[in-house]
């Protein structure tokens, strides 16, 4: 009943940006395609990915990345998140690059390993202000000198930390994520300094490579992980994002219009009453797609027949009604666009207090098909 309509094109056009800003400069693009793709199909994403040349795909969990070996894609593929330890027979013979950053996580894993006959290749995550996952600065350097030691049979492929505001232009968030750079720079200064340091080093997600590209694609270090931005939704404005465009149109079909007496009440609880005689359109899709609640009683828009119309009555499960009273001969049928380059995301996303990302990027269920052209 609702389609999300991929372009593939843009994504092709997105990923060449950012590959030659990233060419001259040695740097290798991590692609993350956790949580579905964003939205957009992980398994359709990353095929587009593999095929431009991406150097590696990064999902949140085992479930993700056995979704894209399943389907055949070859890339390497990184479990950005913490793993539960009693999972390590299956990461192991999952063939994929699993974050670590508690020895119970390690010794697990070189346990099975050590069983399996099989090295695992892993990447070290600290936290340099956070305060999620990931082992903190200052105790980085003794982590990895352990794992050498203690754990041959996990391979040390990378380290990597993750930034807070990097999105934020405010002086001090600024000045908090240039600390976070500096912390980081320190852990692989000394792991360098004993000849422990991992080949590949990366800390910047969509907007710290927008905002802080020279300190984030340089000295040590030589990957980037940009997210959203690949989706077509840069946090940070910069000249040069600005041929980046969003990959994803949302659209629902009409299925009844009638004429509203005034004075009636449309959805639960009685929340929108008709002040006049309105013509009503209801579409097939509601919070169980992926639509905000929030959106409901006049907080959202859709697009008909190139115009907007209000949502009026709240957002059922399955179902949302719109006044089209000002659009002339909208009929059963007729195309509605929910999100696209006519009703853009960021601009739903303000109407209802959040970023961009909750809105769109992770909100459309499964049961929105997905269609690539």
Known sequence: MAEARISRERLRRNLSLVQERLRSRGVKLLFPVKADGYGHGAVGISRVAEEMGVDYLGVANLLEALELRKAGIGLPILILSASRPELAPRLVEARVTVTVSTREMAEALEREAARARRPVTAHVKVDTGMGRNGVLAEDAADFVRWLHAECPHIRIEGIFSHFSVAYSEDPDDVAYTRKQIEMFNRVLEQLDREGLLPPLRHIANSSGLIQFEDEVTAGYFNMVRPGVLLYGYPEVRRPWVEGIQPLLQFVTWVVAVKRMPPGRYIGYGRKYKTPSERRIATLPVGYADGISPK???????????????????????????????????????????????????????????ARFTEVVLVALSRRVARVYS
């Open 295 to 353: 959106l409901g009683c006049g907080g959202g828009e859709v697009v008909i027949r190139g115009q907007r119309a209000p949502i009026v009555g709240g957002i059922s499960m399955d179902q949302l009604t719109v006044d089209v009273t000002h659009i002339p001969d909208v009929r059963v049928g007729d195309e509605v666009e929910l999100l696209g380059d006519r009703m853009p995301a960021v601009e739903v996303a303000e109407r209802i207090g």
